[in-house]
């Protein structure tokens, strides 16, 4: 009898189970958002709360701004774009101002914090099982996409990109071996005449490219200041806009294209059928990877021709993430060249000429010494 009445409940269960995954399909088939309480930065048209249960109005599936938190959600992603903040800033301000998590919770984890400003809902956009779904009526954008995406890319390039592991120096994985072609890790080394305490930028395995921290990091703070005044470099920012938007666009019809290609799948042999999708999936890839790229440039766009404001904030306010970011999209990665004389002060000179950018104007390359 026990064993009947489990096969019954399992039976009832997996049946309610697969019900409430088909109306979750054909709702977001339709481009509504699944069933339940919005998001931060999110509420229901119709005035329901999240214990409020469905009403009959037809504006109870639409999701609209909350004015409060949209705000709250468009100053976070300007000042984290523009590299003059970071989430635990903003998690100690949202708490302080006493808005609460959609769970309840009066303190904003980090975690928290970074999945609602990941989240493509605030850009409007529906999401299914994990893959964006292509913009929705029913949900109000907070923010335009071309931001939204400029914030991803930004927030990921924080925790993914060259020196996030636990790492706090300024020029951390922005400086390659000239000599073996490895990422420059920061040290303390004995100085001359027995000195201690002499902090360095060198590869663990060579030693060659070894060069002074606080020589390379001045004359890289003084390059970023120099290229913001410069009139091109405020000309290639506004080309990176317009970048990020044919992208945009380049992305939207993959997207649609690849829905196609699914719809005619059971018409096409199966070699044929993967090869177009492989191509499509890796097309997708690269534009996601350049968007991110395009994005985590335009951080230097707030500052274009501001060199003066940023030298007042420069040493109090920023952190040190933020100014490795500004660096990072600034001036970029580049090569040390070994040495020619090794175990004296070098002066700003001569750290400029053991410098050769990765990725800087047509005809520049990193050279191996020999």
């Not at 080394?189 to 020589?215: F, M, P, T």
């Amino acid at each position: 009898m026990s064993t009947i009445v489990a096969g019954a409940d399992q039976y009832y269960s997996d049946d309610v189970r697969e019900k409430v995954v088909r109306a979750h399909d054909d709702r977001r088939a339709s481009g509504l958002p699944a069933t339940g309480w919005p998001g931060f930065g999110h509420v229901r048209a119709c005035g329901c709360g999240p214990k409020g249960g469905r009403c009959a109005s037809p504006k109870h599936d639409r999701w609209i701004a909350d004015k409060k938190e949209a705000a709250l959600i468009r100053d976070a992603a300007k000042r984290l774009v523009a590299g003059t903040t970071n989430l635990s800033t903003l998690a100690g301000e949202w708490q302080a101002k006493g808005f609460k998590t959609r769970l309840g919770g009066d303190v904003w984890r980090l975690t928290s914090l970074r999945k609602t400003l990941l989240a493509p809902r605030i850009a409007g956009i529906l999401v299914h099982n994990g893959k964006e779904m292509g913009r929705s009526d029913a949900i109000e954008p907070i923010l335009d996409e071309a931001v939204f995406r400029r914030l991803v890319g930004a927030l990921n390039q924080r925790n993914h990109g060259p020196g996030s592991h636990g790492t706090k120096q300024l020029l951390t994985g922005l400086l390659v071996c000239g000599v073996c072609g490895r990422t420059l890790n920061s040290n303390m080394k004995c100085g001359s005449h027995g000195l201690n305490n002499l902090r360095v930028y060198g590869c663990r395995w060579d030693g060659q490219c070894n060069i002074k921290a606080e020589a390379i990091e001045r004359v890289y703070i003084e390059k970023m200041f120099e290229r913001l005044n410069d009139p091109r470099f405020t000309a290639a920012l506004e080309r990176v806009d317009d970048e990020s938007e044919r992208l945009l666009t380049e992305l939207h019809d993959q997207d649609a294209e690849l829905e196609t290609l699914k719809a005619a799948a059971d018409r096409l042999p199966a070699d044929v059928y993967i090869a177009k999708y492989e191509a499509i999936a890796t097309r997708i890839d690269e534009l996601q990877r350049r968007i991110g790229v395009t994005g985590t440039t335009s951080v230097a766009a707030e500052w274009a021709g501001k060199s003066k404001q940023l030298r007042r904030v420069w040493e109090q306010k920023l952190s040190t993430d933020e100014k490795r970011a500004l660096l990072a999209a600034i001036v970029g990665q580049a090569t040390v060249l070994p040495a020619d004389k090794r175990g004296r002060y070098a002066t700003d000179d001569e750290v400029k000429a053991r410098l050769v950018p990765l990725a800087g104007e047509a005809g520049t390359s990193a050279r191996r010494p020999r």
